[in-house]
Structures are given as structure tokens and as C-alpha cells.
Nanobody, 128 residues
Framework: QVQLVESGGGLVQAGGSLSLSCAAS????????MGWFRQASGKEREFAAA????????DYADSVKGRFTISRDNTKNTVYLQMNSLKPEDTAIYYC?????????????????????WGQGTQVTVSS
């Protein structure tokens, strides 16, 4: 079992920044890939960013590339999402997720069905 707890959401004005954290417990965090997804009201959950177990490979959705930065600290069992230059369209519930199927996998997936464990989500609201 893996437990994921997100924190750091809130209300920010357009152009501002927020930093999200996701603390993991349970199975060996350092062995698996992590992702951040988001779901706006009335829309499907969508991929935002992902990082391999070592941090050596990172992937971003086009909509956040250049503004968001994903990182991880395996000594703290935590993955981060730094969000800069926020836009009203970034408003959503943000979820972190773990892909534990493949230990030390060097590739990343954007599909929600490939992630086995999910946090409860944290709300990010960007006002115009």
C-alpha cells in the first residue's frame, strides 16, 4: 500500500506562484515514478507532469511546460510541483499519483490508468 498526501494548494492571483507537495508513505518511494494530474470542475482529469524514480526523466503537458517544475526528494519521500506564472485556466484540484507497477522504470506514462495510487487532491484557484 502507498499513501499519498498533497498539500500547498490555495488561492492566488494570475501571474502568481504556488508550490505543491506530496508526501508518500508505505512502499519504497524511491523505486517508482510519480505524476501530478489535475481536474477542473466539469472536466476529465488530465496529466500535468511526471518524474521517474531517479528524477532523470521528466515530462510535462504542453499546457504547463515552461511554467511548472516537478521534482522529488527521495530522502524525504516527497514529490513537488512548483507552479509559476499561474493562469485562471490552471484552476483545478491537483492530485499526485504513483506508478508502482515497474520498479526503477526509465520511461513515463501520461495515462491515469497506469497510476496505481492517488492522493486526495488539493485545490488550486487562480483568480483573474
Amino acid at each position: 500500500q502507498v499513501q499519498l498526501v498533497e498539500s500547498g494548494g490555495g488561492l492566488v492571483q494570475a501571474g502568481g506562484s504556488l508550490s505543491l507537495s506530496c508526501a508518500a508513505s508505505g512502499r519504497r518511494f524511491s523505486r517508482y515514478a510519480m505524476g501530478w494530474f489535475r481536474q477542473a470542475s466539469g472536466k476529465e482529469r488530465e496529466f500535468a507532469a511526471a518524474i521517474t524514480w531517479s528524477g532523470g526523466t521528466i515530462d510535462y503537458a504542453d499546457s504547463v511546460k515552461g511554467r511548472f517544475t516537478i521534482s522529488r526528494d527521495n530522502t524525504k519521500n516527497t514529490v513537488y510541483l512548483q507552479m509559476n506564472s499561474l493562469k485562471p485556466e490552471d484552476t483545478a484540484i491537483y492530485y499526485c499519483a504513483a506508478d508502482v507497477t515497474h520498479n526503477r522504470r526509465s520511461t513515463l506514462t501520461r495515462r491515469t490508468q497506469d497510476y496505481n495510487y492517488w492522493g486526495q487532491g488539493t485545490q488550486v484557484t487562480v483568480s483573474s
